[in-house]
């Protein structure tokens, strides 16, 4: 029996015409298209279908017991998100704001925390922009108030200022960009994912 699973679940689908795992591929495809979702990972039989193996296994025949793994991701969930990020960018850039007070105040530890998770947010972020270019026209550069490409120009040399700032425990230079290059940023940040 053809095994179909869809972000780890199982699911009954129904073969009618084709004959190819490549068929089954295009299928799929379609079908995410239509229901606003986009595939980021193919599995078939246990094997990951990479672009360089695509042509290869998408013409090898149809068995009865073929196992597909499709990992999927909706334009719903890269909405909800951003929403989420959002909501973090805007609390990172309070705490971001805080950092030279807590830096006098000694409480470094709290200082590093921000810091982690504003690298694990900005991580996030890459990611959840990488997928939304998936869907063209639902996030295009009208749709989003901010230009990814041209925020990260502009903030990526002030992250490496800040991260030989760290380096160097240049406590001083770690307060002003936290709050007069950094924090502003994430509340640009946020207001643009929130209209998204």
Do not use: W
């Not at 989420?84 to 850039?93: I, R």
């Not at 971001?96 to 810091?115: F, H, R, T, W």
């Amino acid at each position: 029996m053809i095994e179909f699973y869809i972000n780890g679940q199982q699911v009954e689908v129904q073969i009618e015409d084709e004959q190819t795992i490549g068929d089954v591929l295009k299928s799929f495809e379609s079908t995410c298209e239509e229901n606003d979702a986009a595939v980021i990972g193919i599995k078939v039989d246990g094997k990951q279908i990479t672009a360089e193996l695509f042509d290869e296994e998408a013409s090898k025949p149809l068995t009865k017991n073929t196992k597909f793994e499709f990992s999927i991701v909706t334009i719903n969930e890269i909405k909800d998100a951003f929403i989420k990020l959002s909501e973090l960018f805007e609390q990172l850039s309070v705490q971001m704001e805080g950092v030279p007070v807590a830096l006098q105040s000694g409480k470094n530890k709290e200082v590093s925390a921000s810091i982690k998770s504003l690298a694990d947010s900005i991580d996030q972020f890459c990611h959840i922009a990488t997928l939304a270019s998936l869907f063209p026209e639902t996030f295009s550069a009208d749709s989003v108030k901010i230009n990814f490409n041209e925020f990260f120009a502009d903030f990526s040399p002030i992250l490496k200022d800040f991260e030989d700032a760290l380096q160097n425990n240049d406590t001083v230079m770690l307060g002003d960009l936290s709050e007069y290059e950094i924090c502003p940023r994430l509340k640009e940040i946020s207001a643009a994912l929130k209209t998204i």
